[in-house]
């Protein structure tokens, strides 16, 4: 087969699979609206079913660095079974303006802010048209404690806690909590056990039990994790009908399947690339001599490490995003002047590849990555921090991408592996930086997804396009998905 025939074969299967990912994430809103607005500072979602009939409140709370649209198969599936469902941003994640409190070890910092802005929330959701009848309350990781707590503050007649850690379980509270764990997260379903036998001692995952006015429930989401479990039918069965039972709802209505249509849109999305980067006219990947490689991969640790652990906090009033600016400022002109030393350096940037990349990473895959996975656009002050960043991504992916040309996989393997292992360390030596801990497993999905597509661009411009364009969408990427948390 021919390079030509193979590149329309996959232009058309990636166009093909595309679409039909998106018409069937758009079908899995069939018989819901949604409506995007703001109870007092908190951007909310609010899905409805068709129906005209008031109906009970369901508020969702996402967990940490996640966002109102991680908790979309949720919202569909409750909105379906007739229930108003209000999904809403914490602070310092998704589209909410304002940070996070910094105080993560007290229950008077952060917490209490979190469960503060719930109760709001649900008081301003309570008094919409439509709203009527019991409360219940739903969460995900961070936001289990949150909505445990918020549960005491308002009368609700169902809590459903999702990889759940709180300590405010107690034999008597809440009187009636459904826990749903994913069977991977070993931990947290032990946890869940616990907390289920404070009512019963003999009692186990899949079993409900009652004492005392108390009714509680645990069960495992088979086959998944942490993030899979929001996406499992068990979860959103076990969460629809322990809600529709609480308040006296059918609990019927077709489950939304998002997971593999999101990851086929994604999928065709980065295939799409390829054909997209043959169309820059090939200008050579330059010189890949492997003289100074070695050395421009081992000398920037040290430095950049240093850089992260004592630069200042506080930079634009926000707690580590200057000292992982510096990490990846020092780390890339470390390494730019070591190749430049070595008669490595950067040659000229070819503009229609930067555009290319750009356009592709930006305006297509992010956007539809936003819409039906993760917030993964930045507003707000996250355009500042954006900002900010670009300093340091810039010559840091200009640096990895002309180190990626000199050598074979080693080499590229140790180039994505030591920056994460360094990054972490500075989290482990400095504290707080470890409330940006989510920037970790964004740079492994950054290099899996952008960083194929920047080689793609790479190998028809040189790497120094692909460079320039990675340091933005890096910037991009972490300022648009990091939890914003008050200096």
């Given amino acids: 087969m021919t390079r030509t025939r193979m590149l329309r074969i996959v232009t058309v299967a990636a166009l093909l699979g595309a679409l039909f990912a998106v018409v069937m994430l758009e079908r899995q809103r069939a018989g819901v609206t ?3 607005m703001t109870l007092g500072e908190t951007p909310v979602t609010l899905w409805r079913g068709l129906g005209d009939d008031p109906a009970p409140l369901v508020v969702v709370a ?14 569909i599936a409750l909105a379906r079974a007739g229930f108003t469902v209000a999904a809403f941003d914490f602070h310092g ?11 993560v070890t007290t229950l008077e910092g952060t917490t209490a802010q979190l469960v503060a802005q719930t109760v709001a929330v649900t008081q301003a959701a309570r008094d919409l048209p439509g709203v009527a009848g019991p409360v219940a309350l739903l969460g ?12 005491d503050r308002i009368e609700t007649a169902a809590v459903v806690a999702i990889s759940m850690y709180s300590d405010a379980v107690t034999p008597a509270f809440p009187e009636r909590l459904l826990i749903v764990s994913g069977a991977f997260e070993g931990r947290l379903r032990e946890v869940a056990l616990d907390r289920l036998q404070l009512v019963e001692m003999a009692a186990g995952e899949g079993e409900t039990v009652t004492a005392e006015g108390v009714q509680r429930r645990v069960v495992a989401a088979p086959l998944v994790g942490h993030v899979g479990v929001l996406y499992s039918p068990k979860t959103l069965v076990e969460a629809r009908d322990w809600i529709a039972d609480a308040t006296g709802r059918a609990g019927s209505g077709p489950l939304p399947v998002i997971a593999p249509w999101l990851l086929l849109l994604l999928a065709s999305l980065l295939a799409l690339a390829w054909p997209l980067a043959m169309l820059v006219k090939r200008t050579g990947a330059g010189d890949s001599r492997k003289r100074g490689a070695w050395l421009a991969l081992a000398v920037p640790v040290a430095p950049a490490l240093a850089a992260a652990v004592f630069f200042p906090s506080g930079a634009l009033g926000l707690s580590a995003f200057g000292a992982l600016a510096a990490f990846f400022g020092v780390w890339g002109v470390v390494q730019l002047a070591l190749l430049w030393r070595a008669g490595q350096g950067p040659r000229r940037v070819h503009w229609l590849g930067f555009a290319l990349l750009l ?16 917030a993964f656009i930045p507003t707000g002050p996250r355009l500042e921090v954006m900002a ?13 991408a002309l180190m990626a040309r000199t050598g074979g996989w080693v080499l590229r393997l140790l180039l994505r592996v030591l920056p994460i292992v360094t990054l972490f360390g500075a989290m482990l030596l400095a504290p707080r930086l470890g409330i940006a801990f989510t920037v970790l497993p964004v740079m492994v999905l950054f290099w899996g997804v952008y960083g194929l597509a920047g080689r793609w661009i790479a190998a028809r411009s040189g790497p120094a396009t692909a460079g320039l364009a990675l340091g933005v969408i890096l910037a991009w990427a972490i300022a648009a998905s990091t939890p914003l948390v008050a200096a």
């Fill in 62 to 75: 996402h967990g940490y660095a996640g966002s109102r649209q991680m908790m979309e198969p949720i919202s």
């Fill in 359 to 374: 356009v592709w990473g930006l305006g297509v895959f992010a956007v539809a990555l936003d819409r039906y996975g993760a």
């Fill in 388 to 400: 900010l960043l670009l300093l340091g991504t810039v010559p840091f992916c200009l640096g990895d």
């Fill in 34 to 36: 949604s409506e995007r």
């Fill in 93 to 103: 994640h998704g589209r909410h303006r304002v940070p996070m409190d910094a105080d």
């Fill in 140 to 151: 995900h990781s961070m936001a289990t404690d949150v909505v445990i707590r918020a549960s």
